[in-house]
């Protein structure tokens, strides 16, 4: 009880202004996390002896109270933080998102999210490599970008991620959003990657898509970085189930299937989804994305969901 406190403290503590307005029947200020305009979303990570509950939010263009502020982890985020504005001649200054994570007994995690999405892909990139360079990850990066042009296929940059972590622990993340991408399409944007598995990571795969080789709309794939490894250290793959099945009750079933495969018990997983969705599961869709990643851990299987705040989507969400 004292710990979820502390969570619930540090998640008002940690999210904007707009916390405090009224939701509404429509949203004042529509953003790109979900298909209605609502500006945040849970996920939860199950590997481990406990599962890691994760809170990621939209700022809206407000600040937001960073974690030790003056202290290692801002200064890193300082370092490529105006790589982001127009002060670096980008378009305009990129959404910020930012997440907390929390695993009992362990500390919270921050971290902060640069939404690309609404840029050329030229700033796209010519941002991309900036970020690195200041933060030292230059060749690193360079050495993962060759690799993935080697993949066909169509991709763009979506995000830029940062851990707020000791350094040692920090990741920096890039985010790729694939078009009509196939699941051995994405499984070779993932192998860019020093620790990645590709037949597992193909059996999971095909466990959440029904055994179709289509990874489905907008697939994502993250490659994450750390300091003093000269190429991607891991590669995490995002698939939107929605587009991979007919409700929550065949989602759940898939994503409860390759936990129990992965040595998870899915029981808490199934009463979760249960308590979250507005309805039946045969009718509801709430679990948006269903993440994958071989990095040395079995069950690293993450779980994200999207509430129907709004009555409809937003098509499309007006980025402006």
């Given at each position: 009880m004292e710990q979820s406190v502390r969570t619930t403290r540090a998640l008002r503590a940690a999210l904007p202004r707009w916390a405090h307005d009224r939701i509404g029947l429509v949203p004042a200020h529509p953003s790109y996390v979900a298909e209605d305009g609502f500006p945040a979303e849970m996920s939860?990570?199950?590997?481990?002896g406990e599962p890691e509950l994760r809170i990621l939010f939209d700022s809206l263009g407000h600040d937001v109270v960073w974690p030790g502020d003056g202290g290692?982890?801002?200064?890193r985020l300082d370092r490529v933080h105006e790589t982001f504005t127009p002060r670096a001649g980008r378009p305009s200054p990129a959404p910020v998102w930012h997440?907390?994570?929390?695993?009992?007994?362990?500390?919270?995690?921050?971290?902060?999210?640069?939404?690309l999405y609404a840029w050329p892909h030229a700033h796209r990139e010519a941002a991309v490599a900036e970020a690195m360079d200041r933060l030292g990850m230059s060749a690193a990066w360079d050495d993962a970008r060759?690799?993935?042009?080697?993949?066909g296929g169509e991709r763009e940059i979506e995000f830029f991620a940062v851990d707020l972590a000791d350094e040692a622990d920090a990741r920096v993340k890039i985010y790729y959003r694939n078009h009509d991408a196939?699941?051995?399409e994405v499984n070779d944007v993932a192998s860019v990657a020093l620790s990645h598995d590709a037949a597992a990571a193909s059996?999971?795969?095909?466990?959440?898509?029904?055994?179709?080789?289509?990874?489905?709309?907008?697939?994502?794939?993250?490659?994450?970085?750390?300091s003093?490894?000269?190429?991607?250290?891991?590669?995490?793959t995002y698939l939107r189930l929605p587009d991979l099945t007919?409700?929550?009750?065949?989602?759940?079933?898939?994503?409860?299937?390759?936990?129990?495969?992965e040595g998870v018990d899915p029981g808490r997983f199934r009463l979760l989804t249960a308590a979250l969705a507005p309805g039946p599961l045969s009718g509801t869709r709430v679990l948006e994305l269903v993440s994958y990643r071989t990095a040395g851990r079995r069950g690293d299987v993450t779980t994200y969901f999207r509430f129907p705040v709004y009555d409809r989507a937003l098509a499309p969400v007006d980025l402006g």
């Open positions: 939860v990570n199950w590997s481990g290692p982890v801002t200064r997440s907390i994570a929390w695993r009992p007994p362990s500390r919270i995690v921050h971290k902060t999210y640069f939404g060759r690799r993935v042009e080697t993949v196939g699941l051995a059996a999971a795969y095909r466990t959440l898509t029904g055994g179709r080789p289509e990874a489905g709309e907008a697939a994502l794939s993250c490659l994450a970085f750390r003093g490894v000269d190429r991607a250290a891991e590669s995490t007919s409700s929550d009750e065949e989602a759940v079933e898939r994503t409860a299937e390759l936990l129990h495969r």
